[in-house]
């Protein structure tokens, strides 16, 4: 029990980051309620529902970075596995999920189309869609900005995972490790490139991912097979990849069997958020695919037979 009651961090950095953006975010609600309440509008549905899934991602990042799971990541691979994951799939996810960015502009006082005053803009167009609509117009008349558009997806898919392997190579690992400022450094891209990539699989208004549902399946399970292959070499691996941690103190298990348990760690745990959202996206594309055959059979249904016989003139 004293392990968890015990070495709470009190990061000035981390807390006052989390706490500037939880007001921001606040902000920007209140302000979006004031305009729902002055044009006679309820609040949006989903509006806070979004909100506590974005509130849960910066809790999670609280709870890896300030919580003991910080002190005990720095002695034992497994926890450090555990925040990993914390830092790069989950927290990214909710913040994601949460489609935080319409409430942090207004909260700025950058609302879209909104002049000084807070209010619209002339001639500007509004909606929660409104940027999507205008992205898909000029991909539409470009051709190269539609594969670049296209391509983007793949590209920063392949960003996480080149990050995720390479923050556990063992010189990076240890690095981290002994160093603040590399540990700072990882903690910034695990964030940065994992909300960019679950930017490409969740929709978070106004954002839309660039792929449809079937193509993001495949995004899904090729990202969790390569940290699968990552945490397999950990499982069965019987040699010492982190010689840093021989030196923490490790008392119960030897370093090789703790960084066994930490393969494990990332192999159950990162399954957990590609499964949901693989098997999510597979049941939207046979919605997608059950509707679109529906409408077809219902219009060959209702479209009158041209009929095989040729037609007889009237008697006269």
Not at 214 to 240: H, K, M, N, P, Y
Request: net charge positive; proline share 7%.
């Amino acid at each position: 029990m004293n392990m968890v009651a015990s070495h709470w961090s009190a990061s000035p950095l981390v807390l006052s980051g989390c706490a500037a953006v939880a007001m921001v975010h606040l902000r920007g609600m209140h302000a979006a309620a004031a305009d729902a309440r002055r044009q006679g509008r309820g609040r949006p549905a989903g509006t806070v529902g979004q909100a506590v899934a974005f509130y849960l991602g910066l809790l999670a990042v609280v709870v890896a970075l300030v919580s003991p799971i910080g002190y005990w990541a720095q002695r034992y691979i497994w926890i450090r596995s555990v925040q990993d994951v914390l830092v790069a799939m989950a927290a990214p996810g909710l913040i994601v999920l949460g489609a935080p960015w319409l409430m942090l502009a207004r909260g700025l006082g950058r609302g879209p189309g909104r002049n000084r005053a807070g209010d619209p803009a002339p001639g500007a167009v509004t909606g929660p869609g409104a940027r999507a609509q205008a992205a898909r117009a000029a991909r539409a008349a470009d051709p190269r900005g539609r594969r670049a558009w296209r391509s983007w997806p793949v590209a920063v898919t392949a960003a996480f995972s080149v990050a995720w392997w390479g923050w556990h190579a063992p010189a990076l690992y240890d690095a981290a490790l002994r160093y603040p400022g590399v540990y700072a450094a990882e903690v910034v891209c695990y964030l940065g490139l994992g909300i960019a990539f679950w930017l490409q699989l969740i929709g978070s208004g106004p954002l839309e991912p660039r792929f449809p549902p079937l193509q993001r399946v495949a995004l899904a399970v090729g990202t969790l097979a390569s940290t699968t292959v990552l945490a397999i070499g950990l499982v069965f691996g019987s040699w010492r990849l982190y010689p840093a941690y021989a030196g923490t103190g490790h008392r119960v298990f030897s370093v090789v069997a703790d960084q066994q348990v930490g393969g494990g760690v990332l192999w159950t745990l990162s399954l957990v958020p590609f499964f949901t959202v693989a098997v999510a996206l597979l049941v939207r594309w046979l919605n997608e695919e059950g509707s679109e055959a529906l409408e077809i059979g219902l219009d060959r249904l209702l479209k009158p037979k041209a009929s095989a016989w040729p037609s007889r003139p009237g008697l006269r």
